[in-house]
């Protein structure tokens, strides 16, 4: 046995690394990025925002400025707790470290995000995943209550749109989960600016509810900036785990630059909203292709029984990378692609028609 096999944890020796696929020279539909940058009129006066910032001192380390602008923007009240992290994957570990203990559970419904399993296995968290719906991805609400009795979850996650499915899920249900969750709910709220619907105004009226967001989704994946909004009691024991610089100076004076022009990114979300409605058309417009409805800036779509991967790397290989699903438990034939700007979404369309077309002439 190696000294790195003796001393690595065998959870994390059992992990594989976060893969990015490398996407140099590609039409990018794969992360759910924004596809639009600061407009360049912004450019000069945000530049002079970093200029002012000075890189030899440690950043604020309550980012008291950025907290007081978000808010302002999110209408909190006073007593509401705010926590910021290093995106919102460094505020879903934070919240696995404050709970993680022998015998303890983290419940989600399954798909869902990644990061909740992978992060439930860092701090040695038994992980539930409940199987969603078949039909429509919906919850099964009777499995979730019948896992929330059976394993007293810390923490239930509730991604809201739901990623990597898009949609969101019955209110009524979300709210029997959390009345009936004997530990934390988190609403992970990501794909917030493409939604029609939120909990962070609910936020008070369970003593067990959080809801994250981050600035990833809305165009500033780059900073790396999430929020967790939630009673105060719980945030105050989170801010104890939280490193004392996570957000760091840059991140800081960007992120206060940015959402004194909210306006901005507030018109490009309702620019992917309404793209993502004709990208979404085009696509059921295709042969053999099965979409499903999205409330997020992505939408997973359904090729012919047992094409994906051969859809996948046609694609890639035609300067198009999307994700790859299909290996995944619940999404055979699955694939999700970002809402891009609209010539890439054209070429994506494009590119797939071609695709399921040469796949149709039988497989290469
Ligand atoms: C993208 C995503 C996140 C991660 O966001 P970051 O702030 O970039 O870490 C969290 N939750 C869901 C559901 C996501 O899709």
């Given at each position: ?108 419904p ?20 409940v199987?969603l719906l078949?039909?429509?991805?919906g919850l099964d609400e009777v499995a979730m209550m019948?896992?929330i ?7 239930v996650?509730l991604?809201y ?7 969101l899920w019955s209110r009524r249900s979300m709210e029997r989960i959390v009345e009936r969750a004997?530990?934390?709910v988190?609403v ?177």
């Amino acid at each position: 046995m190696s000294l790195v096999e003796q001393w690595i944890r065998p959870q994390i020796w059992a992990l594989s690394p976060y893969h990015v696929p490398d996407a140099r020279g590609m039409i990018k539909l794969d992360a759910m990025e924004n596809p639009y940058g600061l407009p360049a009129e912004l450019v000069p006066a945000w530049l002079d925002c970093l200029r002012a910032v000075p890189l030899n001192r440690y950043p604020d380390p309550a980012a008291q400025a950025l907290k007081g602008l978000l808010r302002g923007i999110l209408g909190l009240p006073e007593q509401m707790g705010l926590i910021l992290g290093n995106g919102s994957d460094e505020l879903i570990q934070i919240i696995a470290l404050a709970v993680a203990g022998p015998g303890r559970a983290v419940v989600a419904p399954s798909p869902s995000f990644v990061m909740y399993r992978m992060i439930a296995s860092y701090v040695d968290l038994s992980y539930v995943g409940v199987p969603l719906l078949r039909t429509d991805f919906g919850l099964d609400e009777v499995a979730m209550m019948e896992a929330i009795e059976r394993h007293r979850p810390a923490v239930v996650f509730l991604a809201y749109p739901n990623n990597p499915t898009g949609n969101l899920w019955s209110r009524r249900s979300m709210e029997r989960i959390v009345e009936r969750a004997p530990g934390l709910v988190v609403v992970d709220e990501a794909y917030a600016p493409f939604a029609s619907d939120s909990f962070l105004d609910r936020t008070g009226e369970y003593p067990n509810l959080l809801v994250m967001r981050t600035l990833s989704k809305m165009g500033l994946a780059g900073l790396r900036l999430g929020y967790l909004v939630g009673p105060d009691p719980w945030l105050h024991e989170l801010e104890k785990l939280r490193l004392p610089y996570n957000i760091n100076a840059l991140t800081q004076a960007s992120a206060e630059f940015a959402l004194s022009h909210q306006a901005v990114f507030d018109r490009q979300a309702a620019q992917i909203r309404e793209d993502r409605a004709a990208l979404a058309a085009a696509l059921a417009r295709l042969p053999g292709i099965r979409v499903f409805p999205s409330e997020a800036n992505f939408i997973l779509f359904a090729t012919p029984t047992g094409t994906a991967d051969r859809v996948f790397r046609c694609l890639r290989d035609q300067g198009v990378l999307i994700k790859n699903l299909s290996a995944q438990p619940g999404l055979a034939d699955s694939l999700r692609v970002t809402v891009g700007a609209p010539a890439e979404n054209q070429a994506f369309v494009c590119a797939l028609r071609h695709c399921l077309a040469s796949e149709s002439h039988g497989p290469a």
